[in-house]
């Protein structure tokens, strides 16, 4: 069965600053991957996904995330945080294209200090 | 475009009570599905759909009831609420591999 971990539950960092969020997938084939962000109140909104090719991906306010196959890891990058950030960040993970199981992590909330 | 809508927003209900989460959606996607989420737990999958008529378990099926009579409408009932269920409550519909979230509802149980 298709698995995400996200080991740091909450993070700390300095607005002007640089992120990294970590993702840990566990499927036997291809991931499709995703990053998605939730702010207070609010329902999830997507930041990028990961379906085949480039390893690199780019979303959008700025994040980007890289699919290492060989570590099966999708983490999240950011290379300078504004205060809006500050927000909970959920990996998840679907084992083919359109799986109606995605599988999402259990969380990282990012706390933002000026 | 309203995307997707949930409603009630708030709601508390006595152990026993029933009530239905409502959400419904005007982007015309076929897959629809209901998660919970707790503390700690991330999101939990309910029940989904991939089309009007057509209805699946999920990862955390029990005490909750779907029916999908329309592309628009998926209705999450809850025949007799128990604590363990107090949660916010996401619909999400599908299109491409994204997810599109509606602004939850969050029960409380008592």
């Known amino acids: 069965a298709q698995s995400v971990t996200q080991p740091d539950i909450h993070i700390t960092v300095s607005e002007g600053a640089s992120l990294e969020l970590r993702c840990n997938y566990s499927?036997?084939?291809?991931?499709?991957l995703f990053w998605y962000v939730q702010s207070p109140g609010q329902g999830l909104q997507l930041l990028l996904k990961y379906f085949s090719g480039d390893t690199l991906v780019q979303g959008i306010k700025g994040f980007e995330a890289e699919f290492k196959r060989s570590q099966s890891s999708f983490n999240l990058r950011k290379p300078s945080v504004h205060w809006s950030d500050a927000a909970e960040y959920f990996c998840?993970?679907?084992?083919?294209?359109?799986?109606?199981?995605?599988?999402f992590g259990t969380g990282t909330r990012l706390t933002i200090i000026p | 475009n309203a995307g997707v809508t949930q409603t009630p927003k708030f709601q508390v209900l006595k152990t026993g009570q029933s009530m239905t989460l409502q959400c419904a959606q005007d982007m015309n996607h076929e897959y629809m599905s209901w998660y919970r989420q707790d503390p700690g737990m991330g999101l939990r999958l309910i029940h989904y759909?991939?089309?009007?008529?057509?209805?699946d378990q999920g990862e955390v099926p029990n005490g909750y009831n779907v029916s999908r009579s329309t592309t628009e409408d998926f209705p999450l009932r809850l025949l007799s609420a128990a604590p363990s269920q107090t949660s916010v409550y996401f619909c999400a519909t599908r299109n491409t591999g994204e997810l599109f979230f509606g602004e939850g509802s969050r029960l409380t149980v008592l």
């Open positions: 998840a993970v679907g084992a083919t294209f359109g799986n109606e199981k995605l599988t």
């Open positions: 759909s991939v089309g009007a008529g057509i209805t």
């Open positions: 499927y036997g084939a291809t991931p499709y």
